[in-house]
């Protein structure tokens, strides 16, 4: 830890608008003024921007609002002025064809936005599974001081008696009704108990995952991750954070002092320890990309190799975010990777403190639900990136939401060329699968699709699940949700709309998978590979205009997080020409 505070009082970016008497500084105030804002309100403290993805749109994300009144209350306090301002709210559960497409869309709103006003510092409001990525993306490219708070989580949802996990048991549920082991009437009433309250997913989605990377990061004030979003330590722990960003601003204390190779190397472990979502892949190699961080999937495969998973939560466990957070939350699990050696406790966190120094005193609740190390939920949890002739670039898996069984298998190919595809033949009894087989299926990553939707979790065939089996091997370039489960290999690289091997995968033809070696491999003879892809043209159609069309253009692979490669990197925040 290295940060050395910048000197206060001094010049801030916000006073190139307002401080001072020219025609521009007026014209910048007096409009402002129009809010009824007291003209010492720009005497040169922090103006602090409040980024906010409120949604009605985004459930997720509705109760924002009220939080980010917390926070301003919070930057009053602390001496400055906050200014709340709207981005665009990539909602995970609405957004068709998938909330991933807008990722990039969001993180460019926010990156601009926060360059083109007199903002010195912001607060990022997030909660569904993309807006956290999205916001800390285009925050890191513009490089002013930030720090994150999330909405929360929903409260545990029940239904007859036994804990239901939003989108886990929606998985679990729907598989269910083609195993005829549950009616429909029982689905539609077992509906509202996976979403009783404000908050996002209650289980170790990928919004709680990402909300647990951005404390990992040190972008998050410690145990900000785990408060449910109904909880009243959620507003208090927003209006501690409106405090906090406005001496963050006096000490210059910036994404870029705060996101390090050790940064980004804590949450990889950090995510293995919670069981975290696949999803985390893609969004931590994109925020890396923003500051310059050299992070790739090697980089997840040496770290999280050997991380146990010790947090009990669905889908890879049995418990939900509230009693996660009743156990003491992230800092928990922090402190054990600390202890273990696992942890850089000197990297800096938003509060100005190391890691280490906010999780010292931390202590394990429920050892049920935070396992202690030796007594892990998963001795090897983590994501296993496997590399072989059918993914050259990497693909993943996440080994605590899979069955042991298959982790080493040869099976025959079932080949779906996409999602229509899949969905126009998985329910045919004549389909020739059995549960030794292989489910691949096509052209639904990020181009493909188009924007890597969450389908690579392919439900079963209805005959399969008759016979009681509960999982197969399904391969893709697709996404799934962190709620889901299963032995899935996702974000396959380079993708089927890109020309990758996988475009290639015939129905009949055997492949292999071996998680423990790190190998997914094809078995055809590379002069037959050669053959099939000299011949392959690509079925995906170029958009006609459009952001749709700026994606499929512009987006990078799911190996280097599919961002836009005109996005990578920090630009910065140098004050753009006046208006008038």
Not at 44 to 73: F, M, Y
Request: negative net charge; contains cysteine.
């Amino acid at each position: 830890m290295t940060f050395k505070p910048a000197a206060w009082p001094r010049r801030l970016r916000s006073q190139e608008w307002y401080g001072g008497d020219s025609r521009d500084n007026i014209y910048h105030r007096s409009w402002m003024k129009n809010q009824g804002l007291p003209a010492d309100l720009f005497d040169g403290r922090p103006v602090i921007g409040i980024c906010n993805t409120w949604s009605e749109l985004t459930p997720c994300n509705a109760h924002l609002r009220d939080l980010a009144q917390r926070v301003k209350n919070g930057i009053y306090e602390a001496g400055g002025l906050p200014v709340e301002f709207p981005v665009f709210s990539p909602g995970e559960s609405s957004l068709r064809p998938t909330a991933m497409m807008y990722r990039n869309l969001c993180a460019m709103d926010v990156e601009e936005a926060l360059r083109a006003n007199p903002v010195d510092g912001v607060v990022l409001m997030v909660g569904c599974d993309k807006s956290t990525p999205a916001l800390l993306m285009g925050a890191a490219s513009a490089d002013i001081p930030a720090i994150v708070v999330t909405g929360g989580p929903m409260l545990n949802g029940w239904f007859r008696g036994e804990r239901v996990g939003s989108g886990t048991a929606l998985w679990q549920m729907s598989e269910a009704i083609k195993a005829g082991e549950m009616t429909r009437d029982d689905f539609l009433e077992a509906e509202i108990a996976m979403s009783r309250s404000p908050g996002s997913c209650n289980t170790m989605g990928t919004a709680s995952s990402m909300a647990s990377m951005a404390e990992a990061l040190g972008m998050a004030l410690s145990g900000n991750a785990a408060i449910p979003a109904v909880d009243a330590r959620r507003r208090v722990m927003s209006q501690l954070t409106g405090r906090r960003i406005v001496q963050m601003v006096k000490d210059d204390l910036k994404p870029s002092d705060i996101l390090t190779k050790e940064a980004f190397e804590n949450a990889i472990r950090t995510n293995g320890a919670i069981g975290g979502s696949t999803n985390a892949v893609v969004h931590l190699l994109a925020i890396a990309g923003r500051v310059g961080i050299d992070l790739t999937l090697a980089d997840w495969d040496r770290l999280g190799r050997d991380i146990p998973t010790i947090v009990n939560l669905m889908p890879s466990g049995e418990y939900l975010m509230e009693e996660f957070f009743y156990a003491g939350g992230l800092p928990v699990v922090l402190k054990a990777l600390l202890e273990s050696g696992n942890l850089h406790g000197d990297a800096l966190t938003v509060s100005g403190r190391s890691m280490a120094e906010e999780v010292k005193d931390v202590t394990n609740w429920n050892e049920d639900v935070i396992r202690p190390l030796d007594r892990p939920l998963t001795e090897h949890g983590g994501i296993a990136v496997l590399r072989g002739n059918l993914a050259p670039l990497g693909a993943v898996l996440k080994p605590s939401a899979a069955s042991p069984a298959l982790m080493k298998h040869r099976g025959r190919a079932v080949v779906f060329e996409d999602i229509d595809d899949y969905k126009a033949k998985i329910n045919d009894e004549s389909l020739d699968i059995d549960e030794t087989c292989i489910m691949v299926m096509k052209n639904c990553g990020p181009r493909g699709y188009p924007g890597m939707a969450e389908v690579g979790n392919m439900g079963l065939p209805p005959k399969v699940l008759r016979k009681g089996i509960k999982d197969m091997i399904r391969i893709s370039d697709a996404r799934m949700s962190g709620t889901a489960y299963g032995t899935v290999v996702l974000h396959v690289a380079p993708e089927a709309a890109a020309g990758g091997p996988l475009a290639i995968v015939q129905n009949g033809d055997m492949i292999e998978i071996d998680v423990e070696g790190r190998r997914l491999h094809l078995d055809v003879p590379q002069e037959e590979i050669d053959a099939r892809l000299a011949a392959w043209a690509s079925p995906i159609r170029t958009p006609k205009g459009g952001y749709a069309q700026l994606f499929h253009d512009h987006v990078l692979g799911a190996d280097r997080g599919a961002d836009f490669d005109f996005l990578v990197g920090c630009r910065g925040h140098e004050v753009p020409r006046d208006s008038h």
